[in-house]
């Protein structure tokens, strides 16, 4: 059965630091699909960044510069390094995987398999 936890989660001041990991069980990150999405209080869920193989990233807007998602396929661990940090980057952070292969990986893939999230709360 196929597993993802993420660790890594925390309270930190605003400009400040945090990586999150998502570790695999049964499951080979790679070739794949991976993800991390965040979901704010009284907010949807929204991509955050994806990894396809190759190690081609898509960032949203809202992180880009600031966020970097990584992988390394030896320890089938999924990242998503954070740097200035603001207040409205709190929420809980999934990570998420497609089954199969798939060759791109936009923000708004659907995803087979889903961890049950880290929080992260920034005060200002």
């Known amino acids: 059965q196929v597993q993802l936890v993420e660790s890594g989660g925390g309270s930190v001041q605003a400009g400040g630091s945090l990586k999150l990991s998502c570790a695999f069980s049964?499951?080979?990150?790679?070739?794949?699909?991976m993800a991390w999405y965040r979901q704010a209080p009284g907010k949807e869920r929204e991509g955050v960044a994806t990894?396809?193989?190759?190690?081609?990233?898509t960032v949203a807007d809202s992180v880009k510069g600031r966020f970097t998602i990584s992988k390394d396929s030896s320890k089938n661990t999924l990242f998503l390094q954070m740097s200035s940090l603001k207040p409205e980057d709190t929420a809980i952070y999934y990570c998420?995987?497609?089954?199969?292969?798939?060759?791109?990986?936009?923000?708004?893939?659907?995803?087979?398999?889903w961890g049950k999230g880290t929080p992260v709360t920034i005060s200002s």
């Open positions: 049964e499951y080979d990150t790679d070739n794949k699909c």
């Open positions: 998420a995987a497609v089954r199969g292969y798939r060759e791109v990986c936009p923000l708004d893939q659907d995803m087979d398999y």
């Open positions: 990894i396809a193989p190759g190690h081609r990233t």
